[in-house]
């Protein structure tokens, strides 16, 4: 989550036109104090009972948890790029990401 | 006789246990996004209302599922 922080600027645009929502199974009081203690610009979702993570294929039956799978909603509502995994440490994961947000997300909305 | 009735019984297990069923496949580039309506939180606490993805119809949403809270990545 670290590094999903530090690239919320340029690869998450600082949220404009952009939502980052982070999703497991923690409940909500155990992602509230870990976003807070570590300063996380970031909306989480909490799934305990994992429904959402089945319905998007991320979750791990063996280890009951989801994997590290994300997803590019497109204002369609479809899904427009997925990483499954996201390779989280690989620099190369976030130019990618970022590439596919940037097709979505008009050029610099906010330059004049 | 009990311990040999249960050694027959062990032996007949398979050794491997089978695989627990693989979880259903990753949603494919171009699927429609499962709507969801889950309890959020921030960094300034848990919110009051559910977070759904429908309300950022019209945006781009990154939705990044991940292990566990306090955990690496």
Redesign the interface.
């Given at each position: 989550?670290?590094?999903?922080r530090d690239q919320y600027a340029q690869t998450?645009k600082n949220g404009r036109?952009?939502?980052?929502?982070?999703?497991?199974?923690?409940?909500?009081?155990?992602?509230?104090s870990?976003?807070?203690d570590?300063?996380?610009?970031?909306?989480?979702?909490?799934?305990t009972g994992s429904?959402?993570?089945?319905?998007?294929?991320?979750?791990?039956?063996?280890?009951k948890?989801?994997?590290?799978?994300?997803?590019?909603?497109?204002?369609d509502?479809?899904?427009?790029?997925?990483a499954?995994p996201?390779r989280?440490?690989d620099p190369m994961a976030y130019t990618e990401?970022g590439g596919a947000?940037s097709k979505?997300?008009p050029a610099d909305s906010t330059a004049r | 006789m009990l311990t040999t009735l249960v050694l027959a019984a062990l032996l007949q297990q398979p050794a491997v246990p089978p695989a627990?069923?693989?979880?259903?496949?990753?949603?494919?580039?171009?699927?429609?996004?499962?709507d969801?309506s889950?309890?959020?939180?921030?960094?300034?606490?848990?919110?009051k209302n559910p977070?759904r993805?429908?309300d950022?119809?019209?945006?781009?949403?990154?939705?990044?599922?991940?292990?566990?809270?306090?955990t690496?990545?």
């Open positions: 989550m670290n590094a999903y998450f036109n952009v939502v980052l929502i982070a999703i497991s199974a923690d409940v909500d009081t155990a992602l509230a870990w976003a807070r570590a300063d996380y610009p970031v909306l989480f979702a909490s799934d429904a959402v993570g089945k319905a998007y294929g991320a979750y791990n039956a063996q280890y948890l989801d994997n590290r799978n994300l997803f590019v909603v497109g204002p509502g479809k899904i427009a790029y997925r499954t996201f989280e440490i990401l947000i979505l997300v | 627990p069923p693989p979880g259903p496949p990753a949603l494919a580039v171009g699927a429609q996004a499962p969801f889950l309890p959020g939180a921030t960094r300034y606490g848990t919110l977070v993805l429908s950022y119809k019209g945006k781009t949403v990154v939705l990044a599922f991940f292990f566990k809270a306090r690496r990545g």
